[in-house]
């Protein structure tokens, strides 16, 4: 399965409304076989921050994929720094207030961190599946 590809697809289908915790998670929980629907609650509140602005969705997906695919606490840690050194920021608030300064459209921003972040899941993990 490409990873990055079914990420992309589904953060595009407009109804059901796929989040950016959503979409990154999805794609990993299914190829380790889990239930799509069950993966689609278990993100739903992580989406805008935690739904206050907080952590981005992108990388609270991300944090539940690296569990998936049984990475260890530094691997944790450093999907977080190379998301904030590739993103500029780990919380949704500062990211999309970022995107604004640049002119960017928040649909385009948030595409941008749900396939960076499913990127440097693959690459600190060292599995490219397609």
Known sequence: MDLLKRAEELHHIPEPHYNCAQATLIPFAEEQGLDHQTMYRLAAQFGSGMRRGSVCG????????????????????????????????????????????????????CDRMVLTAVALLEELTGEKKN
């Open 58 to 109: 992108a990388v609270t997906g991300g944090l539940m994929a690296l569990g998936l695919r049984g990475a260890d606490s530094h691997t944790a840690a450093e999907f977080q720094r190379l998301f904030k050194e590739r993103t500029g920021a780990l919380d949704c608030a500062q990211l999309l207030q970022n995107a604004k300064e640049r002119g960017e459209e928040r649909k385009t921003h």
